[in-house]
């Protein structure tokens, strides 16, 4: 070993240590800096949005709620909006709207957003929590 580390005196080594030396109670009190906390929206099932534009990621949810709010959404079924003028919407030369018809089809998933005038699925919404992003996640042209 005498080799390899040169013995040095006890003078020597108090005098090259650390002038500052820190004892693990002040190491302990050390403070980095707050901790990073993911801020998870208040589940309130009563308040969940029907329409589907209007409905934030489940991602935004804490991990245990999810489970909660899926169950809500499945049991309440999709948003399937009866009684409303649906708007034309311009394809070229020609004009499309959403047509009821669809909700008898594709009623099990169909979901539609009077905010956006666009058709969503709810399956989408309740299974792919594991996409960044369920806006636009799914996109149906439906021809008459």
Not at 70 to 98: A, H, M, V
Not at 105 to 127: I, P, R
């Amino acid at each position: 070993m005498k080799r390899f580390y040169k013995p040095i005196s006890e003078s020597e080594q108090s005098s090259t240590s650390n002038p500052n030396p820190q004892t693990l109670d002040e190491c302990e009190s050390i403070q980095l800096g707050p901790p990073l906390k993911k801020r998870w929206l208040e589940l309130d099932l009563g308040r969940l949005p029907s329409d589907p534009r209007l409905r934030p990621r489940l991602l935004d949810y804490h991990p245990s709620d999810r489970e909660k709010i899926r169950r809500y959404y499945f049991q309440k079924g999709p948003c399937q909006p009866r009684e409303i003028n649906f708007p034309l919407t311009k394809f070229g030369d020609s004009s499309s709207k959403f047509n009821l018809e669809w909700y008898s089809k594709y009623g099990g998933w169909l979901e539609y957003s009077q905010k956006e005038d666009a058709a969503y699925c709810l399956c989408c919404y309740l299974m792919r929590s594991h996409l960044k992003e369920h806006r636009g996640s799914f996109f149906i042209l439906f021809y008459d």
